[in-house]
DNA sequence: CGGTTCCTTGACGCATATCAATCTGTGTGG
DNA sequence: CCACACAGATTGATATGCGTCAAGGAACCG
């Protein structure tokens, strides 16, 4: 336990109102206690941390940095599974499930990383409620991303998989907002929307023709309903326009929809 | 509540030794409690139980016939996110995710189904953390299914991902058996791999060339280890063959893999 | 600066979708 | 009991969208 180096970790981090969603909700003395059953480290660019196969001892938080989750066949083709921010965690499936981890976990970047042991874990959830809601709510939300995942690689064209992910972005980023960045280098974004870089850049192309800016990460929206083009009911639902709005919006997806 | 009903409902299947995940460590008391807040309904084939973007009142559990989810875009394709035989569940997700549903619920056959309420689900959890527990593994088991699938479909060859999902049926019908059968229609499955109906007709040419015989729904192995060709590293761990039959399997993946 | 990594753009080929015809099995009604 | 209809599966021929390969450019870092 290298209990010293959690001094540098920022407090406010890991606070109910952090990114974090595993520690949502969590009181002091809990995540107390996590964080002294825990080890901070510090990974370089491209470290993996656990491969495709092994039985993971630890929930990953990713501190500062960037990591990725992927598969590999034995040709060496990698596909992405998961891109991890600040503040997100992996494995925590793996660990429930008692098994193997079905991926591969790496840093993109130098990174450090809080690694909370598997057993804990395991004792915790039984202890404390609002944890086992945060890691069930976690697992939730990973099983709906691959859920759309699944659906941009058979379901969308290339231009409509990347503006759909941008169009998450965009949201996530604040939708009032007319400019948000890519939080991965476009190759990753490529691999995990199951096309190549090339294709990938193509698209950007065509974006650009239907009222985007692209300059390197930034992304910004000309016109106002560009990204409105690939909306879905899912995100329908959580548009923050206005229901005025929605109405003048060309593409929502809500005005053919059937009331129920 | 149509508490006659659930008489017709044979009691053995959901024993703790039954098929249902969800049922699994139950008392009797909480399974009849389960019960006594559910309904038993009959649909008919292709009946659509929840659409995507719906906010759905209940858990489904499939208690004869089958089911469907998958997700459609404005052209009308659909992309089957997975299949449901007799004792499987659908929507615990949204449920947990006090959301909407990123599917549409379909069945297949003429089916009877379980509907369990929501909110008694939502309370119940918290009132018992073995049925917490089963929920945590029902879902960490969709995921992993899902992430399979995105492999299959990005990392895989037609004729690789139908020889892996022909490997997966093989070894959960028992893996000493020389012959198992496909729980669904072929182009149910094609789509579910994300091919069409008949790709996956001259993936299963290649196959026949491998050791395989085809007949309908059935499926005989004549060559021993014709489906260790798609065997991988998760697979392969779970391979039922001893130490030494591992050793002699010409295309286990744990041979060449480094032991840590 | 010079090297590396990443992105972009163009030309080409191939694997799989698409389209179309035939075959098989199964359930239905006369 | 047979004939018919229909859904699903198979097989062949064609088309096309994306991957692959190759070259050039831009940004970054030591």
Redesign the pocket.
Known sequence: MIKNNLQIWPRAFSSSNGKSQIFKGLSEESLQKILENSTLQHFKKGQLLVQQGDTPSYIYLVIKGSARSFRSNTDG?ETTIRMLAVGDTCMETSIFMGGISPVTLQTTENSQLILIPSPFIKNFVLQNPQFAMNILKIMAQHYQNSIQQIDSITLK??TQSVGYYFLQKHLEQGSDNTEFELPF???TIANHL?????????A??QLKKMGLE?E?EKIRIKEAFALCHFCDLDTAQNCTLSDIAKLECPHCPLHTGTHH
């Open positions: 083709d064209s290339p280098k476009k190759s199951g096309i190549t870089p090339e294709t990938f850049s193509r950007l192309g692209i390197g």
